[in-house]
């Protein structure tokens, strides 16, 4: 075999086994999902934005995945809440680049940033507020690290049926989480959009003990609605005192967006 053709071969090889190679489909240019917060007897707790831009980065082309949480009408005048969040990912590899986070209550103020160096092989964690929480994080082996927010909704391109299982690689805070998404049932779910009959997905730590935000009884769901245009469409936390839950109320796609054309077996999230 010709040195050239071989060496064409491992490379597609080792693109195939690391998912390195798989553009970014998860979010299209523009898009925004909101969402109408509510917990225990407050059904109008606060309200969560995500969106989703294209953008520039070390001369890369990138999108910007922006949540921005407040809390709202009641809960606001007992516990004021306010948090941004940002993920930054590189639309040709899927690569994430970087994440950063700031939030403010009524008793303090936090702000941070992660950067993803792949040469090195680590994720240097930096807290602003409180640098004795810099770190160093080795980057996890055999698998490609996603932000949360991606990593829920993701599903709805990969045409997951019930039962079927997958696994991923979740950065948040200063900790990697190797989960894995098991898609539980079908149910139907009301929201502010309508009623959509929707996927049941659970992410759960099954090699792992659980640690952190699914330490001791805390759990997330995400339902994707079915049909042509799957959308994530409600959420679930579970939190210290009582649950969070997030119904999609509006989705937006701006003008002339595009994105890459999902596909059901790439890696690229």
Do not use: C
Not at 149 to 163: D, E, F, N, Q, Y
Request: aromatic share 8%; no cysteine.
């Amino acid at each position: 075999m010709p040195a050239r053709l071989s060496l064409l071969l491992a490379t597609l090889v080792l693109f195939a086994v690391s998912g390195r190679a798989a553009p970014f489909t998860t979010f299209a240019n523009g898009e925004t999902f909101r969402y109408r917060v509510g917990w225990g007897i407050f059904t109008r707790a606060g309200e969560i934005t995500i969106a989703a831009h294209q953008d520039l980065h070390d001369g890369r082309q990138v999108m910007r995945i922006t949540t921005a949480t407040s809390s709202k009408g009641f809960v606001r005048g007992v516990y004021k809440y306010d948090d941004s969040g940002a993920a930054l990912i590189d639309l040709a590899t899927g690569r994430l680049l970087a994440t950063e986070e700031q939030s403010e209550d009524s008793r303090r103020r936090t702000e941070s940033r992660t950067d993803f160096d792949y040469e090195a092989g680590v994720a240097r964690h930096r807290d602003t507020t409180r640098p004795h929480r810099n770190t160093d994080l080795p980057l996890p082996a055999g698998g490609q690290p996603i932000d949360l927010i991606t990593s829920l909704v993701a599903p709805r391109h990969w045409g997951m049926k019930v039962g079927d299982t997958r696994d991923v690689i979740v950065h948040f805070g200063r900790e990697f989480f190797p989960i894995t998404l098991h898609a539980e049932q079908i149910e139907e779910i009301s929201t502010p959009m309508g009623k959509f009959q929707a996927l049941r997905i659970v992410p759960r730590m099954d090699k792992e003990t659980p640690r952190g935000l699914f330490a001791r009884g805390g759990e997330i769901k995400v339902w994707i609605s079915q049909g042509e245009k799957p959308l994530p469409v409600r959420m679930q936390r579970k939190l210290k005192y009582g649950t969070a839950t997030l119904l999609l109320q509006e989705h937006t796609i701006a003008p002339g967006a595009s994105t890459v054309e999902p596909t059901n077996t790439s890696t690229g999230l």
